[in-house]
């Protein structure tokens, strides 16, 4: 089986800066798009970013620039670094990756438990 872990999530003042971290373990051969969301209170889940096996990255419009979505292969770790938050980044934010095990079924998809991002005014 694979497994997604999260950690870095907590309370930061406005302004503030947080990483965020997602490391999958298990049975793994390869990991494709590795993905960032978000919900807060009340609302839809979101996308943040998104990064896929070859580097590309995407990001939520409304992030104006703010965020950055990093991975390490080798690691098979996706990371969000969180610069100039606002109280509005208040939510559970969620990793996702898919991707190939080594055991049937191949395909996984898979999410993180979620962690939490508070950010007081």
């Known amino acids: 089986q694979v497994h997604l872990v999260e950690s870095g999530g907590g309370l930061v003042q406005a302004g503030g800066s947080l990483r965020l971290s997602c490391a999958a373990s298990g049975t793994i051969l390869t990991i494709n798009n590795m993905a960032w969301y978000r919900q807060a209170p009340g609302k839809q889940r979101e996308l943040v970013a998104t990064?896929?096996?070859?580097?590309?990255?995407n990001y939520a419009d409304s992030l104006e620039g703010r965020f950055t979505i990093s991975r390490d292969g080798a690691e098979n770790t996706v990371y969000l670094q969180m610069n100039s938050l606002k109280p509005e980044d208040t939510a559970v934010y969620y990793c996702?990756?898919?991707?190939?095990?080594?055991?049937?079924?191949?395909?996984?998809?898979?999410w993180g438990q979620g962690t939490l991002v508070t950010v007081s005014s």
């Open positions: 990064i896929t096996s070859t580097g590309t990255t």
């Open positions: 996702n990756m898919d991707g190939l095990k080594t055991v049937l079924p191949r395909y996984f998809d898979l």
